[in-house]
């Protein structure tokens, strides 16, 4: 199930091993808390952490052992593992029994920030598990319009869709941007206007702005948006290298067959990261990324033989990419 489904199923009542798996620290930290809130009693009693990067072959008896022991005084003694990779030998041999006949008076919950190699827990039926992967703007726009709700602040979707999209739908960023933002209207009408003025936006985000002004040949916005980056940086060869890296991937992503999950593997990028990236990577056009990757890359390269200085070499890139008529 998604994160978003979470709050729901535990009113149904608690399930027996709860795999908490995602690259979203945030749901993964505010999964944990919401199970450890409905079913956990008298913590310093009942509750046990445990590394699974020390749970290796017989080491995994001791995880057993923890869920097969009662209760003190309550209904539940619950178990986190942080980290939970076995191989199949070593779930067939130590776990598979316990967790198929997991007692009732106990509740596990993994917390695991990625899929590794061994077997595959979230497909085991007797685990539930919890999606806690970077949501996509349209769910992160959704959490971020309910919870100004609640807190009586009145949001539209464009205010906090562009919450969403200026921190990159990574929730840990975005759960502290609407805090501040509730903090700071206490009540009343969020505006785009507030948003653009308060929340911080991505540097991978600006970089993210200056391509697609390229696209639309918007020297202005470029420039705006290229300065900020140097004053907040100070260092002109960052914001040239952030380029490089951002119209390399743009064309890999362009000129690769494979599908948007495997090239985030491949590219260590979010999935959304790489839908939206190949959107703007059609908008611009292979021939033009190239052109775009050669320039960018001939200027480092004079920067780091001391032929320029960062800053003309800067402003090299910045004419050969708007005014040369062979990058269009």
Do not use: H
């Not at 489904?5 to 944990?32: C, H, P, S, T, V």
């Not at 022991?69 to 939970?84: C, H, Q, W």
């Not at 979230?122 to 919890?130: H, L, P, T």
């Amino acid at each position: 199930m998604k994160f978003t489904d979470l709050k729901n199923d535990i009113k149904q009542g608690a399930r027996a091993i709860y795999l908490l798996e995602g690259d979203d620290a945030y749901f993964r930290m505010k999964g944990e808390e919401m199970i450890k809130s409905a079913f956990l009693q008298m913590p310093e009693l009942n509750f046990s952490t445990f590394d699974g990067a020390t749970l290796k072959g017989s080491a995994l008896t001791s995880l057993t052992s923890a869920i097969e022991s009662y209760p003190f005084m309550a209904e539940k003694r619950v178990i986190k593992v942080i980290g939970l990779y076995p191989t199949e030998s070593e779930y067939e041999n130590y776990l598979k029994n316990t967790f198929e006949k997991f007692p009732s008076t106990s509740l596990l919950i993994i917390v695991n920030s990625e899929g590794k190699k061994g077997v595959d827990l979230k497909r085991k039926q007797c685990i539930s598990y919890i999606d806690c992967n970077r949501a996509d703007e349209e769910t992160v726009t959704k959490w971020a319009y309910l919870t100004f709700k609640n807190a009586n602040v009145s949001a539209s979707a464009d205010a906090c869709a562009a919450i969403a999209r200026y921190c990159l739908c990574n929730m840990s960023r975005v759960a502290l941007e609407v805090e501040k933002l509730i903090d700071f209207k206490a009540g009343g009408e969020l505006t785009r206007a507030d948003v653009d003025e308060f929340v911080y936006k991505d540097a991978d985000y600006r970089i993210y702005e200056m391509t697609n002004a390229v696209a639309r040949r918007d020297f202005d916005t470029f420039c705006t948006i290229e300065s900020e980056l140097v004053v907040k940086g100070g260092d002109e060869t960052a914001v040239l290298s952030g380029l490089f890296s951002y119209f390399k991937n743009l064309l890999t992503i362009l000129s690769s067959k494979e599908s948007d999950a495997e090239l985030s593997k491949l590219l260590k990028m979010k999935e959304y990261g790489v839908k939206k990236s190949r959107e703007q990577a059609r908008a611009i056009g292979e021939q033009a990324l190239k052109n775009y990757l050669t320039c960018v890359y001939d200027a480092l390269s004079k920067i780091k033989s001391g032929l320029t200085t960062p800053q003309s070499a800067l402003q090299t890139v910045n004419a050969t990419l708007f005014f040369s008529t062979q990058q269009k």
